[in-house]
């Protein structure tokens, strides 16, 4: 009998946690942010104690887990229309390879060594810390990697406008400041917190508009 239950326990929490997932989004298939990877951690283990003990009711697995997926998508609404809740619960992109120059003093910040990094550039075909132009650590971790020889003009699209927020590191990094961009923006009659990504490429500004969101 007890084999059975296992069983049965088994495949009900395998279409439970299938639906959880299409539910709390496609983001949480791919790669996990740390409140991703944390909840995944809390459904797995509680689905397991859940199977594990047979005399538990297993409503008492349940709460905690929809409780969670509550949680999720909430938060996640909440960061999709805020920029400062988003960046205090995902982090925000760090820039360790800028130029060709390795930035320590970032890496640094984010406890990011020589050999973490230099395992992530062998992963992208990378040989030498020479061959790269740009290296962005995702607030995923994964590292994402511009060869020097992918554009000899290094003209990437830097972001220098996230969801109404000036990405100060950006102007820094194209050798422009804040009066520039208020000035630019408002002779072509943009507002900053308006504007949901602004970028920067080819010595000119790309502006994609807010749209409201219910």
């Not at 439970?16 to 539910?23: D, S």
């Not at 509550?70 to 360790?96: E, F, H, M």
């Not at 490429?201 to 969101?213: A, G, M």
């Amino acid at each position: 009998m007890d084999f059975f239950l296992v069983i049965l326990k088994t495949l009900f929490f395998y279409i439970l946690i299938t639906i959880m997932y299409r539910v709390m989004g496609k983001r949480e298939v791919g790669e996990l942010s740390v409140m991703d990877f944390i909840v995944s951690l809390f459904i797995a283990e509680l689905a397991a104690i859940s199977i594990d003990k047979h005399d538990e009711n297993i409503f008492m697995s349940l709460i905690p887990m929809i409780l969670l997926v509550v949680i999720q998508i909430g938060l996640a609404k909440i960061t999709l229309k805020n920029s400062k809740v988003r960046s205090i619960i995902d982090g925000n992109p760090s820039v360790i390879i800028n130029r060709g120059k390795v930035n320590f003093k970032e890496m640094l910040k984010q406890r990011y060594n020589l050999d973490d990094l230099l395992v992530q550039l062998r992963s992208e075909g990378v040989k030498s810390i020479e061959e790269v132009d740009y290296a962005i650590l995702e607030t995923s971790g994964r590292l994402s990697v511009f060869k020097k020889e992918d554009d000899l003009s290094r003209s990437y699209p830097l972001p220098i406008i996230i969801d109404g927020e000036v990405q100060e590191d950006a102007l820094i990094q194209i050798k422009k400041n804040r009066v520039w961009l208020d000035r630019y923006l408002e002779k072509e009659n943009y507002i900053i917190k308006d504007i949901f990504y602004c970028f920067y490429k080819d010595n000119d500004l790309f502006i994609i508009k807010k749209e409201v969101v219910k």
